[in-house]
């Protein structure tokens, strides 16, 4: 057909303009919940490495025999764990981006029992907080060594 006018393919732009705006009104909408997200993530993630050192540093003091002490050290901005044993030193170490953590240090005897627990005398508890959202994940030491979810 000579004179018939053919379809033409392609998006207007008042439909790009709208699929445009659709696609921002949801980013606002999923941001705060993704960065709600990773804030959570990092919690555990953290609380993780923290838990899995202190676990680490028991073990090494039942199996070597010998009193075995972790020592948390946190700056402004990051984190650092150290257990120091015998013949095997762990290090880890992360960022506090958006977290905050109570807790300083342990010594376990070689029975695994805990013999200090820094500055706090009677009980010892290591627990990291997520500061915008106050999400908190947290553990405990006993004195005979056992380590309990809080």
């Not at 028991?58 to 984190?79: G, M, N, P, Y």
């Amino acid at each position: 057909m000579a004179g018939s006018k053919g379809l033409e393919n392609g998006f207007t732009l008042l439909e790009l303009i709208v699929v445009l705006a659709i696609a921002a009104i949801l980013a606002v909408i999923a941001v705060p919940g993704f960065d709600r997200l990773l804030g959570d993530n990092r919690l555990a993630s953290t609380y993780n490495e923290i838990l899995a050192g202190v676990r680490y540093a028991r073990s090494a003091a039942i199996t070597q025999h010998a009193k075995v002490s972790l020592e948390l050290e946190v700056t402004d901005s990051d984190w650092t764990l150290s257990v120091d044993a015998e013949n095997r030193a762990l290090t880890r170490s992360g960022s506090l981006d958006g977290l905050s953590l109570s807790g300083r240090s342990v010594t376990f005897g070689e029975l695994g029992e805990r013999t200090n627990c820094g500055d706090q005398s009677t009980s010892c508890e290591f627990v990291v907080t997520n500061t915008a959202t106050q999400n908190s994940a947290g553990f405990s030491i006993s004195k005979s060594g056992g380590i309990s979810a809080q």
